[in-house]
């Protein structure tokens, strides 16, 4: 073996390492080598293959005891000062072509990926990136370790992924010539420590436009659920461009400088680089996933629900090597316990509208807050009625019809049949509800006012339903028929409970005293019964202007079916009595309205009028 000393070719290329040395070197230390000069850079290089190849011959030399050990030493300390400085070169081009990302324009980009065509860059052909010097010995060790184009990898297929350039192609050839002689002179860990710095450095940076917090799962379960609402709504937005834009770009950055180098290379920097910000991503959502429940957190969690399971195949695609099996785990494990908190949700909602406590009655027989509360929410749930459909598998858990357990409802399923397990929760939970609000209906001590308030109830939850075109499919005609048909049951039994009485005063029966038919009306019955339906209607006039009735159509159609039924018996009992009463003392005492007095009187009814 020729040594070092008599090696012409070393002992040039030792004075190029040493030049660039920045621990002896003014220059070394003021300027960098990839910065300036192309030309510069290939002689260095050049300079350093041409160590490695002195040093690989004095490893074979060293076999036959054919090498002295001080050439070694010298071979050895002058690829440490090259590796040291390639190091330096390599975090400079990686930290000076590092820039910062539009977080509008991904956002924007990301709301479009399902509608549009995925936008994929193409890795550069190695020619794109040799320069006309054929010479050149970065040239040639592309040239050797030539890269197929990695463009068919199955992530790439994607449309929902859109890969952004991450570095100028010039750069990159750049990074991949250092990462070659570093790699092949052992100092791989090194390589892959300085990428992961500089670049995690970076996707850091982007988390922070983002708006992703660096918040542990007890940071995240410790807040109050508004804060919490606003942070899911900037979490789903953020992840989409986290797992669609940021790493999959940041994959393709890794593929582009290191598939060349060797094998299973670009995973590790990969990973190097977003593996603790993917982490620091999905443990808020793990930490939503495993947070106290409550009936307010389902919408939130469906819609975090949806999120990743849209996502899903998208982070199958980008973490899809053995060595981020971890974060494909952890994102299928949290998609898994969401699907469980939103079943457990429904479930625990259901036994709360059955065990609403409240016995104070609403005043004046109004729609009751915990009607509007679930009626409100079941509609929203059935927004989410495609993903609750998967979710939902079993039936609800029903009081037993034979069971004679008093404080549970009832429902026939046999009805019911074909309903979807979905359909049938919402059902249930529209039965629960009638069945509280009927427990809540005997507070009232006017079985009058309790009749009302059952039928403006039942008609919230019927026009409810109506208005929701999914909620009436789940639900059908069926249920809706029996609604519609108990509302107005309690609308007649109200007409029964208030008005029998009153026009009980307006009968011929007991008027009449033996004798002449014609002559015979007792005037004093008679004056007591006019007596009786004023004070009578005034108490209900009184009492009934102060109930409310807050749908305008149902109110204006229960006030047209009294006076249907009130006008006409007060005509007919005035015509034929008018002239008893008038004939004798002080008629206007006891005939104090006529029909169109009680006609103005009724549009008072039901308008919720303040006690006078």
Not at 86 to 100: C, G, K, M, P, V
Not at 458 to 478: A, C, F, W
Request: some cysteine; proline content about 3%.
């Amino acid at each position: 073996m020729e040594t070092p000393e008599n090696n012409s070719g070393y002992e040039s290329a030792e004075k190029i390492i040493l030049r660039w040395d920045s621990t002896a070197s003014e220059e070394g230390r003021e300027r960098m080598i990839f910065g300036t000069d192309r030309q510069e850079a290939d002689v260095y290089l050049q300079a350093v293959d041409e160590i490695q190849r002195t040093l690989s011959s004095a490893s074979i030399s060293d076999c036959s005891h054919n090498v002295d050990a001080d050439d070694q030493s010298k071979v050895n300390t002058t690829i440490q000062i090259a590796m040291a400085r390639l190091e330096d070169e390599f975090r400079n081009i990686l930290i000076i072509h590092t820039s910062a990302l539009e977080i509008d324009s991904l956002f924007d980009s990301s709301t479009s990926f399902s509608s549009s065509t995925p936008t994929h860059h193409k890795l550069e052909d190695d020619e794109d990136c040799i320069s006309d010097d054929s010479g050149s010995s970065r040239n040639n060790l592309l040239q050797l370790h030539h890269c197929e184009s990695s463009d068919s990898s199955t992530y790439r297929t994607s449309s929902s992924i859109r890969e952004v350039d991450l570095m100028p192609a010039e750069a990159i050839c750049d990074l991949q010539a250092i990462a070659m002689r570093m790699i092949a002179a052992g100092y791989l860990r090194e390589c892959i420590q300085v990428y992961g710095s500089v670049r995690k450095s970076s996707v850091d940076s982007s988390f922070r436009k983002l708006g992703i917090e660096k918040l542990s799962i007890g940071d995240v379960q410790r807040l109050e659920w508004e804060a919490l609402e606003g942070k899911i709504r900037r979490w789903i937005r953020a992840a989409r461009v986290c797992v669609r834009i940021l790493f999959a770009s940041e994959k393709k950055l890794c593929e582009q400088i290191f598939d060349c180098v060797g094998t299973d290379i670009d995973d590790a920097c990969f990973m190097e680089t977003v593996k603790g910000p993917a982490i620091q991503l999905f443990n808020f959502a793990e930490a939503i996933s495993i947070s106290r429940r409550s009936p307010e957190k389902l919408f939130k969690i469906l819609d975090l629900h949806d999120a990743l399971m849209e996502l899903l195949p998208d982070i199958e695609a980008v973490f899809d090597s053995k060595s981020s099996d971890s974060i494909r785990v952890q994102a299928a494990e949290i998609l898994s316990r969401l699907a469980e908190a939103a079943r457990g949700i429904l479930s625990e909602f259901e036994n709360a509208v059955l065990r609403e406590p409240s016995r104070v009655p609403v005043p004046g027989g109004t729609i009751h807050p915990l009607t509007r509360y679930v009626m409100n929410y079941i509609s929203l749930i059935s927004d989410y009625k495609q993903t609750l459909i998967d979710l939902i598998m079993s039936k609800p858990s029903t009081g037993s019809r034979y069971s004679g357990d008093p404080s549970t409802p009832d429902m026939e399923f046999t009805e019911l049949e074909g309903k979807t397990p979905l359909a049938l929760h919402l059902i249930w939970i529209i039965v629960v509800l009638q069945f509280n609000l009927d427990g809540k209906s005997k507070h009232y001590r006017d079985v009058s006012l309790a009749h009302l308030f059952m039928m403006n109830n039942v008609h919230y939850i019927v026009q409810k339903v109506k208005g929701s075109p999914e909620l009436r499919e789940m639900t059908g005609d069926n249920c809706l028929r029996k609604l519609t048909g108990k509302f107005r049951q309690a609308a007649t039994s109200y007409q029964r409970a208030t008005w029998v009485s009153v026009l009980y005063c307006l009968r011929d029966e007991g008027l009449h005293v033996s004798g002449s038919f014609s002559s015979g009306v007792s005037k004093t019955v008679l004056r007591e019964r006019f007596k009786t339906f004023n004070a009578m209607f005034e108490e209900v006039h009184r009492t009934q202007s102060m109930w409310l009735i807050p749908d305008g159509q149902l109110r204006e159609e229960l006030r047209i079916s009294i006076s249907e039924k009130l006008l006409p018996a007060y005509r007919s009992f005035l015509g034929r009595f008018r002239s008893h009463i008038e004939s004798g003392k002080h008629p206007e005492n006891y005939i104090k309205y006529s029909a169109e007095d009680l006609e103005t009187a009724v549009l008072d009814f039901f308008e919720g009028y303040p006690a006078s």
